[in-house]
């Protein structure tokens, strides 16, 4: 590389860190940035204006000063463009539009009963298209799109097994780039509701998670000093396939007694149709259980007993500060939480348990839309402030 190359990378990456700070810190003022990064006032000056030209940043008011000159103070400019995240269930679609600070400015729901994966995806297309649509002007317009998706993923954005969608090998990156023309990142549903819940929810402060995400399956996002943890090839997280019954049923993942045959929205469901008929729901079941239905409120409890015996594995294996639970069984959360935690008293290895948190997610289920929007807000500053320009 040249030497006016590597200039320019020095000086794209000392932007990025000024932009770093007004997205996290602001409002703040320039002598701040200064004295944070070791960066000379000169240098923040001249990179602020050209943030401030490119509208991601605005100057605004005044700050505090101990005497003398008032600082004007910068402020991150969230509304310069706008990202979407999506959470493709099993039998719903949830997507989002937010701003670059990850606030929601629009909402969306659809349901399916997946009749096939290319219908699924018109679905999805049709879903986001929508909100491309409704989005408000801006500098930038929508920067890119972030998909969760039931399943593992390969770099390229390739969905290469959902069992619960049964679908294989869709290159869904490629199909959602050649539509709309913005850049996709596709992740693990669960990938991106750890994400979402370090950025936004009960992990804001924690640096050690694990998001457990209890839908159809079960999957975890693992966030290890305050990084997502991908494992070697990226497939970190199946844990809702650990064999908790050697001898257990068959799974559809083809292992035998896997975690989420018992402890999923799936496996109660499958119990409460045994005992209670075909037709019954999550929905109906809150409900029942609400209106204090003793046998219903007993199959929560079994679920809380079997979400405890997975999540002991969980703190014996990563010791981490905080488990969060999200999916819609958060609902069920005044009966479940008490089994769990009994469970977790009597068998989890007391050293690992030690100041570990347990908790149900504050974002009920938009944990992973606004992970995932939140991945593709990160590929837009990631592209636009440290991208090397050869010259
Ligand atoms: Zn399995």
Redesign the pocket.
Known sequence: MKQTGDLNLVKKINKSIVLHHIRTDSPISRARIAEITGLTKATVSSLVNELIESSLVDEIGVGESSGGRKPMMLLFNGTAGYAIGVDLGVHDILAVLTDLTGKVVREKRVNHDNPSAQEVIDLLKATIRDLINGAPESVYGIIGIGIGVPGICDEDGTLLFAPNLEWENVPLQKYMEETFHIPVVIDNEANAGAVGEKQFGAGRETANLVYVSIGIGIGAGIIIKGELYRGATGFSGEI??ISIQHDGPK???G?LG?W?LYASEHALLERARQEFGSSITLEMLLRKAEAGDAAIIALFERLGYFLGVGVVNIINSYNPEFVILGGRLAGAEKWLMKPLLQLLEKRSLPHPRKLLNVAFSELSDRSTVLGAASFAVTKFFASTTVSVEHN
């Open positions: 809702g396939h799974c559809r993942c292992s896997c989420e």
